[in-house]
């Protein structure tokens, strides 16, 4: 089960900061459509989205909106 804190889940292949920073395979939480928390994946996850390539973090709030 999801943790009530969070909206939605979803591991990235590649996650593109703000900053230009790019980390490998992690998971980003939402609440209320921002990102709450960013750590890396290291196992499956319960109901989480996997997105394929690259997501920019600079667009999460448009893009987890559509999820």
């Known amino acids: ?3 009530d804190d969070i909206d939605k889940r979803i591991a990235v292949q ?3 900061l703000k900053d230009g920073t790019v980390l490998n395979k992690h998971v980003v939480e939402f609440k ?3 990102p709450l928390c960013i750590y890396p994946l290291r196992q499956e996850l319960p ?3 996997w997105i ?3 997501f920019y973090l600079s667009e999460a ?3 987890i909106n559509n999820l």
Do not use: P, S
Request: zero cysteines; charged letters at 30%; a positive charge.
């Open 47 to 49: 109901q989480t989205a």
């Open 32 to 34: 209320n459509g921002k």
């Open 1 to 3: 089960m999801i943790k």
């Open 61 to 63: 709030t448009d893009l």
């Open 52 to 54: 394929q390539g690259d």
């Open 14 to 16: 590649r996650l593109h």
